[in-house]
T-cell receptor, first 113, second 115 residues
Framework: DAKTTQPPSMDCAEGRAANLPCNHS???????VYWYRQIHSQGPQYIIH???NNETNEMASLIITEDRKSSTLILPHATLRDTAVYYC??????????????FGTGTRLTVIP | DTAVSQTPKYLVTQMGNDKSIKCEQN?????MYWYKQDSKKFLKIMFSYNNKELIINETVPNRFSPKSPDKAHLNLHINSLELGDSAVYFC??????????????FGAGSRLTVL
């Protein structure tokens, strides 16, 4: 079952920052926030994940609120190739691999030229 | 080199046939998965194997049988194919040594069409 709520769609102008929100008000203490995206006709692609602190990598930044009930994925300079469905997922960071990542409906981000 | 490779990429077959989809990963990961994405684009886990041992088996018909000959391979065999099996099947892998271990690397998908 979905533990996250995301807007179904968003638009962003090319070159601008894309800020994708996610609500996860029932997140447990041992659950991480993961972001994946799926570009049309491709397999899902891992973007970033975090537990409590904000995280940044070469693809994006993840801002998690202090109460951990919501987060925002930031693509700093969106390009046309960032057009995709973005999934926010919460799941324990269990190292057995026994946890089911639940992909909800995600947010369809369209980057506009 | 492709990290997670699936074959075939496209598969068109008749109802009642038996077919297999193969998956191989060269990342040294110890956990592999099969996901199914239906026509409504919902992506759902089917199976998870850790070091050749089945650890997740969601509610999937017995006609679906995963086989893991070694930790680098996870094949999916489907018996008596039905129209509802038409979907895109994604293989994925992850490493249990990575903190926050649900970092999955997915293959490009295998589109199965049952006529």
């Amino acid at each position: 079952d979905a533990k996250t709520t995301q807007p179904p769609s968003m638009d962003c102008a090319e070159g601008r920052a894309a800020n994708l929100p996610c609500n996860h008000s029932t997140i447990s203490g041992n659950e991480y926030v993961y972001w994946y995206r799926q570009i049309h006709s491709q397999g899902p692609q891992y973007i970033i994940h975090g537990l409590k602190n904000n995280e940044t990598n070469e693809m994006a930044s993840l801002i998690i609120t202090e109460d951990r009930k919501s987060s925002t994925l930031i693509l700093p300079h969106a390009t046309l190739r960032d057009t995709a469905v973005y999934y926010c997922i919460v799941s324990p960071g269990d190292q057995t691999g026994a946890n089911n990542l639940f992909f909800g409906t995600g947010t369809r981000l369209t980057v506009i030229p | 080199d492709t990290a997670v490779s699936q074959t075939p990429k496209y598969l068109v077959t008749q109802m009642g046939n038996d077919k297999s989809i193969k998956c191989e990963q060269n990342l040294g990961h110890d956990t592999m998965y099969w996901y199914k994405q239906d026509s409504k684009k919902f992506l759902k886990i089917m199976f998870s194997y850790n070091n050749k041992e089945l650890i997740i088996n969601e509610t999937v018909p017995n006609r679906f049988s995963p086989k893991s000959p070694d930790k680098a391979h996870l094949n999916l065999h489907i018996n008596s194919l039905e129209l509802g099996d038409s979907a895109v099947y994604f293989c994925a892998s992850s490493s249990r040594t990575f903190v926050g271990a649900n970092v999955l690397t997915f293959g490009a998908g295998s589109r199965l069409t049952v006529l």
